[in-house]
């Protein structure tokens, strides 16, 4: 290893995904990425930024306007011995994929008894906060999750940007990244030849013995902030990054609840029918004598997202709720 | 800043080479060799018969629901047939006769019917997907899969077919508008057979032709007539060149009918009249197609009994085996093992306590 690939670099969330994009398109002849501004454009959210240049219109592909219509070509482009990267701009707008996503994708390998798969990995950015209101905040990873067949990853920190999509290329089975659009500007450090991470596993962010934050995506950082907040006032929280939504990694919170005896899931998808219903009842299912008290949920409000900025903040999972809410579970006074 | 017409490329072609007495037209013969003619007929007989037996198999409750293929088999058979090996052909589930054509065996399609998964494996060699069902989604599929050949430079085609009713589907559009975009080498073959279940043609599109919907998305289109296997042998060629100079992709309506049930679970008979049924029975493809052949002198009543012989044959010896197959049911355990290309710690999980619970009422051997 040479110094320079051990040393660290500052960038963002976004330049971690563009790099791990770059790299992909460089190992693999078969990748390719399309959707729409993806090229000239440089994608909706500049993740894309400069791969035209580097690889050229027929590997950087701007596709007309239409969802349904580029998932199902890239499925059948991954049918047809490619590995494509399809961006969506948003969850909201991969509505419009459902049947491809949900009714071939998932299924084809089941349905063809074992023979055909469907490497095709979908990135798409999700979740609220920055006033797009209603038809374009949603936080649809969740309910993806629900659907055999499909896996359903989240990166939140750099490491996982830069990380997961290589593996997620590798898996035979589609898979969907939810990239939470708060998160692209995000600036941290990563080692100079951070490369492929799993994504099977959660991870532990943040050691602690009083209760147990299980989260993912943006809300990693609502809760690790919280955490730092908590732990001055005595209180020591252990936050869990999911990472991955479907397959659950149940092991490690499971693990964590039988430490901490109490567990709180801040997600921010809506309550009923959510991944943190699904969480909440595997731990009621394996962790049931652990608790010291019922799990608790922080999620959005079953609203649609409010436009105005004050509304909108206060639908969200918020730094100040989580720390109140563990609060009053480890029945601190005050 | 007058007001004037915008010149566009506003016609499309309407195909026919056979007419409905099996008399040709020799100004448009494309010239096929005898034996790919007799090759053609046995194809259509068997599917005709295949579909006989496998409505009396449904009927008898010894498979499921399935879509009978009677009165189109012109149109699929005689798309598919201009296909090399190694191009893709991406079916709806009304094509069987050209399944077979490309070397799908009829315990496959057996099985597939009856519920096993196993019948839509795809044999080795044949570059085909398995049936699709969701109305209209796989013809994006077929786009991905030209996509990915012209990409390579192959010089391959992938061809998918769908009915008239999956050309109300936006999938459907949007596959002919990124196919005419990227100009990729694919063949789309509408089997307009005038009904999706009970909506009339007529209620599905204000359109005259589905062919002329082409024009919109500037791809080539074109209508034949369904029910002349020559006809749409012809178009179907014509476009796989186009397709393979990279000269883009072509839509092809031929104009059908589907002479039964939509599936078994179906009875027409509620939403259309018997006179129509009949006058389009008049029209049929393999009648047609056989007085053409008998006229060309290279059938006679014999061969057409031998070829019928055979086929019923062929179609026993199949549903011998398929039963076979399909009397040691396979473990319901194996549905978890293709969900997912390696098996979830979750889905192990729900292996065991089925297994377990199979095991607790007895219902494990």
Known sequence: ?334 | MPRKKIDLPGQIDHLSILDEDGKLDESLDPGLPDELLIKLYEAMVLGREFDRRMLNLQRQGRIGTFPPITGQEAAHLGAAAVLQADDWMVPSFRETAAELWRGRSMESVLMAFNGFNEGFHVEEGRNDLPNSVPVGSQVLHAVGIAWAMKYRKEKRVAMAFFGDGATSQGDVHEAFNFAGVFQVPAIFVCQNNQWAISIPRSQQTRSKTIAQKALAYGIEGIQVDGNDILAVYAAAAEAAERARNGDGPTLIECVTYRLMMHTTADDPKRYRTEEEVESWQKKDPIHRFQSYLKEKGIIDEDGIADVEASVKDRIQEAVDTAEKQMAETPDPLHMFAHVYDTMPPHLEAQREQLAQWRNNTGEEE
Request: some cysteine; aromatic content about 6%.
């Open chain 1, 1 to 334: 290893m040479t110094d320079d690939q051990k040393e660290l670099r500052t960038l963002t969330y976004r330049d971690a995904i563009r790099e791990a994009i770059h790299e992909a398109m460089q190992k693999d002849a078969r990748v390719f990425l399309m959707g729409e501004d993806v090229g000239r454009y440089g994608g909706c959210f500049a993740v894309s930024k400069r791969l035209l240049e580097a690889f050229g219109p027929e590997r950087i592909r701007d596709t007309p306007l239409s969802e349904s219509g580029f998932v199902g070509a890239g499925i059948g482009a991954a049918l047809g011995g490619m590995r494509p990267i399809v961006e969506i701009m948003t969850v909201n707008f991969s509505l419009l994929a459902a049947v491809q996503i949900i009714n071939n994708a998932a299924v084809y390998l089941y349905m063809s008894g074992g023979q055909f798969n469907v490497p095709i990995v979908i990135r798409m950015a999700t979740g609220g906060g920055r006033q797009l209101a209603a038809q374009h905040s949603r936080s649809l990873e969740g309910w993806y999750a629900h659907i055999p067949g499909i896996k359903v990853v989240s990166p939140a920190t750099l490491e996982d940007a830069r990380g997961m999509l290589w593996t997620a290329l590798q898996d035979p089975d589609p898979v969907l990244i939810f990239e939470n659009a708060g998160l692209y500007n995000m600036e941290g450090t990563l080692a100079g030849d951070a490369g492929a991470v799993d994504i099977d596993k959660a991870h532990v962010q943040r050691a602690g013995k009083d209760i147990t934050i299980i989260t993912y995506s943006a809300n990693l950082y609502k809760s690790l902030e919280a955490a730092e907040i908590l732990a001055k006032q005595g209180i020591d929280a252990e936050v869990i990054d999911l990472r991955t939504l479907r397959p659950l990694d149940d092991q490690t919170f499971l693990a964590s609840v039988a430490k901490t005896h109490r567990a709180l899931i801040v997600d921010e998808g809506w309550r009923s029918g959510s991944i943190s219903a699904e969480i909440s009842a595997r731990i009621m299912e394996g962790a049931f004598y652990e608790l010291d008290l019922p799990v608790e949920r922080l999620c959005s409000v079953e609203a649609p997202m409010p436009y105005a900025k004050h509304m909108e903040d206060a639908v969200l999972p918020q730094v100040d709720k989580i720390v109140a809410l563990v609060r009053k579970m480890v029945g601190a006074n005050g």
